[in-house]
């Protein structure tokens, strides 16, 4: 896995993050309400005094890489 940082500039990838994976697990309308609700208190993120990582799959050539 590799790490980044998300800020404010992230907050589109964060909400469609969120969207797409309760919209998987709960619904359309259930992915669509916490989507915007990440979207929203992602909006507010101040870059100097939160900080966010998270993990990305590493990619080899264009393509994910699978290590199991």
Do not use: W
């Not at 969207?19 to 916490?34: D, M, N, P, Q, Y």
């Not at 979207?39 to 799959?57: K, M, R, W, Y």
Request: charged share 25%; aromatic share 8%; with cysteine.
């Amino acid at each position: 896995m590799n790490h980044k940082i998300l800020d404010k500039n992230s907050q589109e990838e964060v909400s469609s993050l969120f969207t797409s994976v309760f919209t998987a697990s709960e619904g359309e309308k259930e992915g669509r309400l916490i989507g915007n609700l990440a979207s929203e208190l992602s909006s507010g993120t101040d870059n100097q005094e939160i900080v966010c990582f998270t993990a990305v799959p590493l990619t080899f050539k264009g393509r994910r890489a699978d290590f199991r």
